[in-house]
């Protein structure tokens, strides 16, 4: 369900807006303001989703009003005037509805929202990578590994039982990984943060081996780890 709220100082769009937003099932329409400032008074104590927003407005406009709102509240402004579109698109508005709205393109800037709503709450999906090992190219799939080894020349990456050997830095490898799922926690390892097993003092266990922990990253490793 999307929460939302529309702001535009014409009564008359309101009503409309009102009565097209009852016949989308999963829109919640929670009130509706002829000034900017009122709504302003009102995101100051709830969440929201969505403002359809009137761009000429007294007080502040709706150009002014959406640079001010914070992410990631989204936008559709809803105007008259089409010479505003591209500073509409410029704010990173999630669509632009030309007065007098219908109920189609209402229904279709609603669905844009919740599709982006419910893609960012998706986690984000680990990418596979490639590694050379030796002359081959080994496929390594990031939500897999367990903890990497940096060794002399080499890097020893563990996905379970599985090693595979490749000549990198553990910077270089850190740099292809997704940041929040991994931590080094020594000048020669790098752990994968939702396979810890357990925090012991000085060392972790992920996947049955024991890795030194510096005190260097003991802090790092456990703004990461929920507690």
Known sequence: ??????????????????????KISFLDLK???LSTTEAMAFLQQHKIDLILLDIRMPDLTGIEFASLVPK??????????????????????TDYLLKPVSLSRLLQACTLVNERIVADKK????????????????????????????????????????????????????????????????????????????????QVLVGGAKIPVSINFRDDLMGKVKL
């Open 1 to 22: 369900m999307i929460s939302a709220i529309a702001i535009d100082d014409e009564p008359i769009a309101l009503d409309v807006l009102k009565t097209h937003a009852a």
């Open 31 to 33: 009130a509706t303001f």
């Open 72 to 93: 990631p509240v989204h936008i559709v402004f809803t105007t008259a005037y089409p010479e505003y579109a591209v500073k509409g698109f410029d704010l990173a508005a």
């Open 123 to 202: 986690p984000p999906e680990a990418q596979s990578l490639f590694v050379k090992d030796g002359y081959n190219l080994v496929k390594i799939d990031p939500s897999k590994i367990t903890y990497i080894e940096a060794g002399d020349n080499y890097l020893s990456i563990y996905e379970g039982e599985k090693r595979t050997l490749t000549r990198m830095t553990l910077t270089e490898l850190i740099a292809k990984l997704p940041g929040e799922a991994f931590q080094k926690v020594h000048k020669s390892y790098i752990v994968a943060i939702d396979k810890i097993e357990k925090i012991e003092r000085g």
